[in-house]
């Protein structure tokens, strides 16, 4: 059987009826993902409120689960463990309001991750709105945590609020974190600056998440010929949400002021050879072992270009078995047996 004939615009209302398909879809998974953190909390809410009032002990939770799963078989999340999660995370949230808003947005095995690992509420708020901004999923959720992003986001030096016009400064300057943990390599005593670039691209994945959300991969030792000279740039991204090209330069010991006009230079190649018409100005990161900001603030404060100066660290994340922790180097070994090359 032939398909019917259709109008011309017909191809038009399909995809604006899927759209709004999946529009309904998204919102009735929020609605619903919102409707169990709220029953959430009032559940573990009442049981504060009994055990306060009345001493209710872990034997009543135990036995309040049983009682929940026979009446509510087809339910899961009523095992004493959950409704003890529920308590700690009505203990967390006392002010119901404050769920209603975008703590009901995100999933409940991210709130069990912000109530295990986080005691400050302020915190807990600023990841759990990260979470949404940047859809993070539990892990990656578990893995900014144990790093302290909420301490390093924004802290690099730069000279953004002179070089870049607003907002876009600011923006980028939120894009940038100091220090920059290297925490998934192990590298060895021997290891030299490019091994330490091809480490970071073997490992562009974690990479790419301790870089931060929109930053795209773009290549290492990437080649640029001026005046018949050729230029290698160590490691260059995309920034998705800045719409510019952003530079990395590894830099094996502390920040020197030359180091910024290299990347000054760097930049205006950049810019001239590979930016489009549509893109922002290029951005620059000097990522170093140590860096002074006084050392840092006078380097940067000629450069015309956009620059920013961080710290990068390799150190062992506090999951890593302990029968292999002081296996791996420290920082301070590798700049004592190598120098910086260039």
Same mark, same amino acid.
């Given at each position: 059987?032939?398909?019917?004939i259709v109008p011309e615009?017909?191809?038009?209302?399909?995809?604006?009826?899927?759209?709004?398909?999946?529009?309904? &879809?998204?919102?009735?998974?929020?609605?619903?993902?919102?409707?169990?953190?709220?029953?959430?909390w009032d559940?573990?809410?009442?049981?504060?409120?009994?055990?306060? %009032?009345?001493g209710? @002990?872990?034997?009543?939770?135990?036995?309040?689960a049983?009682?929940?799963?026979?009446?509510?078989?087809?339910?899961?999340?009523?095992?004493?463990?959950?409704?003890?999660?529920? &308590?700690?995370?009505?203990a967390?949230?006392? +002010?119901?309001t404050?769920v209603?808003? /975008?703590?009901?947005?995100?999933?409940w095995y *991210?709130?069990?991750a912000?109530?295990e690992r !986080?005691?400050?509420?302020?915190?807990?708020?600023?990841?759990?709105r990260?979470?949404?901004? *940047?859809?993070?999923?539990?892990?990656v959720?578990?893995?900014?945590?144990?790093?302290?992003? *909420?301490? %390093?986001?924004?802290?690099?030096?730069t000279?953004?609020?002179?070089?870049?016009?607003?907002?876009?400064?600011?923006l980028?300057?939120q894009?940038?974190?100091?220090? $920059?943990?290297?925490?998934?390599l192990?590298?060895?005593?021997?290891v030299?600056?490019?091994?330490?670039?091809q480490?970071?691209?073997? =490992?562009?994945?974690?990479f790419?998440?301790?870089?931060?959300?929109?930053?795209?991969f773009? @290549?290492?030792?990437?080649?640029?010929?001026?005046?018949g000279k050729?230029?290698?740039?160590d490691?260059?991204? $995309? *920034?998705?949400?800045l719409?510019?090209?952003?530079?990395?330069?590894?830099?094996?010991?502390?920040?020197? /002021?030359?180091?910024? #006009?290299?990347?000054?230079?760097y930049l205006?190649?950049?810019? +001239?050879?590979m930016? =489009?018409?549509?893109d922002?100005?290029?951005? #620059?990161?000097? !990522?170093?072992q140590e860096?002074?900001?006084?050392?840092?603030e006078?380097?940067?404060? @000629?450069? #015309?270009?956009?620059?920013?100066?961080?710290?990068?660290?390799?150190?062992?994340?506090?999951?890593?078995?302990?029968?292999?922790?002081?296996?791996?180097?420290?920082?301070?070994?590798?700049?004592?047996l !190598? @120098?910086?090359?260039?």
């Open positions: 059987m032939s398909l019917p615009d017909y191809g038009d209302l399909v995809l604006e009826i899927k759209e709004r398909v999946r529009s309904a &879809r998204l919102r009735a998974t929020l609605a619903a993902n919102s409707e169990l953190v709220l029953l959430y559940i573990g809410h009442s049981i504060l409120e009994r055990q306060g %009032r009345e209710w @002990g872990s034997k009543v939770i135990d036995r309040l049983m009682d929940l799963k026979t009446e509510f078989p087809d339910m899961r999340g009523f095992s004493p463990r959950n409704l003890k999660y529920m &308590r700690a995370f009505a967390a949230w006392p +002010d119901r404050i209603q808003g /975008p703590l009901a947005q995100i999933s *991210h709130h069990i912000l109530v !986080l005691d400050s509420p302020e915190t807990r708020l600023w990841y759990a990260k979470v949404l901004e *940047h859809g993070w999923s539990r892990n959720l578990a893995l900014q945590i144990e790093t302290g992003l *909420h301490a %390093r986001e924004g802290n690099a030096a000279n953004f609020a002179s070089a870049l016009p607003s907002p876009q400064s600011d980028a300057q894009a940038l974190k100091d220090p $920059y943990l290297f925490d998934f192990t590298l060895g005593a021997s030299k600056e490019r091994e330490l670039e480490a970071l691209v073997d =490992h562009i994945q974690r790419l998440i301790e870089m931060g959300a929109g930053f795209a773009a @290549g290492r030792q990437v080649h640029l010929e001026v005046e050729d230029y290698y740039l490691l260059l991204f $995309y *920034h998705l949400r719409r510019c090209f952003v530079v990395v330069d590894l830099k094996v010991g502390p920040f020197k /002021p030359e180091y910024a #006009g290299k990347m000054n230079f205006s190649a950049v810019d +001239d050879l930016r =489009h018409r549509d922002e100005p290029t951005i #620059g990161l000097l !990522l170093c860096r002074d900001r006084v050392t840092v006078y380097a940067l404060r @000629g450069a #015309g270009k956009p620059i920013g100066v961080a710290q990068w660290q390799i150190r062992l994340v506090q999951s890593l078995p302990a029968r292999l922790k002081g296996q791996l180097p420290e920082p301070e070994e590798i700049a004592k !190598l @120098g910086d090359p260039r």
